[in-house]
């Protein structure tokens, strides 16, 4: 086989052989095939698509790359959730506990914030003790002994991946369905759970811009489950405005612990009861009805909130009876509506960034970021304000960019004279059948 040929291969529409693929993967991975050839190989992908053979092969190549874990060992309860990122986004903080006292095993491996986007595994190390670098041993002890672990991906999981997703970000090759579905897919097969729920997020603070955009994401993905033996399941949220109240990594935290203990936004909470329903659902192989049920039960009764004590505590992080103990900024300074009216919109993306600018997130890889600092929202879309009112509150450890950072987040906010309803928090929902479900008749369950 010559690169070259393999190139023109998917330039002229063809399709790729699984033994072309991992030929190709391979020895972009030995260095015999340079970046240039996989950057037109990339490129052809974007412009050509793959198909669903195709991408399956791709995730499975990129799985195998390097570290693997074996849960088979929990059976068919092994469950994994996984968000494409936003702003706000705490879910995993309730969903794993919730799922966890409803007996479902779950394991995760997740990520460091990217862009506006915060990452798990950051917002869990303000926790202070808290240990995210677990060996393969302790991770899997947890997971049998609590029902939940969260640990930092290994360095070597899907390799292929992380080498393949550097050159994507520099040759303009990030947005094609297929590399984006079999990148987030690789990580989640390494890492070994049977059932899968993917939180895809939709809006201007996330990767996908259209709820249709989204639903040929998540049937990619949830076809590649087809394919790989592992039952998938997608719904898209929203992410137009940030989830819950609070953007920043212990902020964050304390509104997850908040929300478990029932004094949580109701949004953030809706979300996290629908994508641990779907887990449990799953996992136990029930309707459901039944498993909106069971996880109501593990809310209501404080179960959730034990496993949530019983985790951190495993996992080396303080706890007081209330919760974990959380660094706090000394200073929490108000951002004042620039007018009166109603609030219409609020800009996650910007909100994001404004979280950013405070120090929350990384401005390059590696780069130290601030655990304590972040935004909390003070207003929602529908709220009246009058000019003045705080819409947010920043917190901060220093002075350095609060005004310019207030200006940001009072541009986040829009206004009306109307009234203006709330947005729909889900778009849509793809079963591991690969069908797109009526969205009524599903958020039936949860009514
Ligand atoms: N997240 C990933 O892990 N990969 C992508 O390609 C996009 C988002």
Redesign the pocket.
Known sequence: MKPADVIATKRDGGEWTSDELQWFLTGYLTGEIADYQMAAWLMAVCLRGMSERETADLTRIMAESGDQVDLSGLGSLSADKHS??GVGDKTSLIVGPLAAACGVKVAKMSGRGLAHTGGTIDKLESIPGFQTDLSLERFMAQVKRVGLVIAGQTANLAPADKKL?ALRDVTGT?PSIP??AS??MS?KIAAGAKNIVLDVKMGAGA?MRTPEDAAILSKAMTGIGRQLNRRVVAVTTDMNEPLGMAIGNALEVKEAIDTLRGQGPKDLLAVSVALAAEMVRLAHDISLDEAVRRVRQAYHSGQAWQVCMDWIEAQGGETTPTGPSLPETAQKIPVPAPQTGVVAAINALTIGQGAMDLGAGRAYLGAPIDQKVGIVLARRRGDHVQKGDPIAFLHVSHLDHVERVQGLIQSAFTFSDQPVAPLPLFYGRVDEDGNETDLQSWLAAFA
């Open positions: 494409s990122g997703y990030v590399l984006i990148s987030i990580k990767f």
